[in-house]
Protein backbone atom coordinates (compact mmCIF):
# COMPACT_ATOMS: atom_id res chain seq x y z
CA UNK A 1 0.00 0.00 0.00
CA UNK A 2 1.63 3.67 -1.24
CA UNK A 3 1.87 5.40 2.11
CA UNK A 4 2.48 9.37 2.16
CA UNK A 5 3.01 11.50 5.07
CA UNK A 6 2.61 15.52 4.78
CA UNK A 7 4.90 17.85 6.94
CA UNK A 8 5.56 21.36 6.98
CA UNK A 9 2.78 23.29 7.84
CA UNK A 10 2.58 26.12 10.06
CA UNK A 11 1.52 29.40 10.82
CA UNK A 12 2.86 32.16 8.96
CA UNK A 13 2.04 36.16 8.02
CA UNK A 14 0.86 36.83 5.24
CA UNK A 15 3.70 37.26 2.59
CA UNK A 16 5.30 34.64 4.16
CA UNK A 17 6.67 31.68 3.05
CA UNK A 18 6.71 27.89 3.51
CA UNK A 19 7.75 24.54 2.37
CA UNK A 20 5.78 21.71 2.81
CA UNK A 21 7.36 18.05 2.18
CA UNK A 22 5.15 14.68 1.13
CA UNK A 23 7.42 11.81 1.77
CA UNK A 24 6.62 8.08 0.76
CA UNK A 25 6.74 5.23 3.04
CA UNK A 26 8.64 1.88 1.66
CA UNK A 27 8.30 3.00 -1.53
CA UNK A 28 10.25 4.92 -4.52
CA UNK A 29 8.24 7.64 -5.45
CA UNK A 30 10.29 7.95 -8.68
CA UNK A 31 7.61 6.03 -10.97
CA UNK A 32 4.43 8.19 -9.30
CA UNK A 33 3.00 11.43 -10.54
CA UNK A 34 2.04 13.45 -7.13
CA UNK A 35 -0.48 15.95 -6.70
CA UNK A 36 -0.78 18.43 -3.84
CA UNK A 37 -4.36 19.17 -2.63
CA UNK A 38 -6.13 21.17 0.31
CA UNK A 39 -9.10 21.52 2.18
CA UNK A 40 -10.46 24.37 3.69
CA UNK A 41 -12.59 25.22 6.55
CA UNK A 42 -16.08 24.44 5.06
CA UNK A 43 -14.79 24.36 1.30
CA UNK A 44 -14.64 21.31 -0.42
CA UNK A 45 -11.06 19.79 -1.31
CA UNK A 46 -9.44 20.76 -4.06
CA UNK A 47 -6.60 20.01 -6.61
CA UNK A 48 -3.66 22.67 -5.89
CA UNK A 49 -0.18 21.23 -7.80
CA UNK A 50 0.87 18.36 -9.50
CA UNK A 51 4.05 16.94 -10.90
CA UNK A 52 4.47 14.32 -13.66
CA UNK A 53 7.16 10.76 -13.25
CA UNK A 54 9.97 11.17 -14.76
CA UNK A 55 9.83 14.25 -16.64
CA UNK A 56 8.83 16.42 -13.68
CA UNK A 57 5.91 18.08 -16.20
CA UNK A 58 4.29 20.17 -13.62
CA UNK A 59 0.63 22.09 -13.46
CA UNK A 60 -1.48 24.26 -10.57
CA UNK A 61 -3.94 25.58 -10.52
CA UNK A 62 -4.91 29.33 -11.38
CA UNK A 63 -4.97 30.78 -8.18
CA UNK A 64 -1.24 29.36 -6.93
CA UNK A 65 0.50 29.93 -10.04
CA UNK A 66 3.19 32.21 -9.85
CA UNK A 67 3.65 31.74 -5.94
CA UNK A 68 3.81 27.93 -5.59
CA UNK A 69 6.36 25.40 -7.23
CA UNK A 70 6.68 21.65 -6.85
CA UNK A 71 9.61 19.73 -6.69
CA UNK A 72 10.95 16.45 -6.31
CA UNK A 73 13.80 14.30 -4.91
CA UNK A 74 13.75 11.23 -6.03
CA UNK A 75 16.94 9.76 -3.98
CA UNK A 76 15.33 11.22 -0.84
CA UNK A 77 11.54 9.89 -2.09
CA UNK A 78 9.93 13.63 -1.17
CA UNK A 79 8.09 15.84 -3.21
CA UNK A 80 8.35 19.55 -2.05
CA UNK A 81 5.71 22.12 -2.27
CA UNK A 82 7.32 25.86 -1.88
CA UNK A 83 4.58 28.09 -1.24
CA UNK A 84 5.75 31.41 -1.10
CA UNK A 85 3.20 35.32 -0.99
CA UNK A 86 1.27 32.85 1.10
CA UNK A 87 -2.23 34.61 1.38
CA UNK A 88 -5.18 34.20 3.79
CA UNK A 89 -6.80 32.13 1.50
CA UNK A 90 -4.14 29.57 1.39
CA UNK A 91 -5.28 28.47 4.86
CA UNK A 92 -5.94 24.83 4.28
CA UNK A 93 -5.05 20.75 5.54
CA UNK A 94 -3.00 19.86 2.47
CA UNK A 95 -2.86 16.38 1.04
CA UNK A 96 -0.60 14.96 -1.06
CA UNK A 97 -1.64 11.32 -3.20
CA UNK A 98 -0.26 9.61 -5.85
CA UNK A 99 -1.88 10.49 -9.55
CA UNK A 100 -3.04 7.30 -11.95
CA UNK A 101 -1.08 8.41 -14.45
CA UNK A 102 1.51 6.43 -16.58
CA UNK A 103 4.87 6.89 -16.28
CA UNK A 104 6.46 10.32 -17.92
CA UNK A 105 2.65 10.99 -18.76
CA UNK A 106 1.23 14.73 -17.77
CA UNK A 107 -0.05 14.91 -14.31
CA UNK A 108 -3.98 14.80 -13.92
CA UNK A 109 -4.46 15.98 -10.77
CA UNK A 110 -8.69 14.80 -10.67
CA UNK A 111 -6.40 11.00 -11.04
CA UNK A 112 -5.54 10.63 -7.86
CA UNK A 113 -6.15 7.20 -6.08
CA UNK A 114 -5.79 5.37 -2.48
CA UNK A 115 -6.51 6.85 1.04
CA UNK A 116 -5.84 10.34 2.45
CA UNK A 117 -2.36 10.92 4.79
CA UNK A 118 -3.38 12.66 8.12
CA UNK A 119 -2.29 16.29 5.78
CA UNK A 120 -0.60 19.04 7.08
CA UNK A 121 -2.29 22.23 8.54
CA UNK A 122 -1.17 25.25 6.94
CA UNK A 123 -2.53 29.23 8.73
CA UNK A 124 -1.49 32.39 7.29
CA UNK A 125 -2.99 34.90 9.36
CA UNK A 126 -1.56 38.44 10.71
Known amino acids: QLQLVESGGGLVQPGGSLRLSCAASGFSLHYYAIGWFRQAPGKEREGVSCISSGVDTTNYVDSVKGRFTISRDNAKSTVYLHMNRLKVEDTAVYYC???????????????????WGQGTQVTVSS
Open 97 to 115: APLNVPFQAPCVLALRFGS
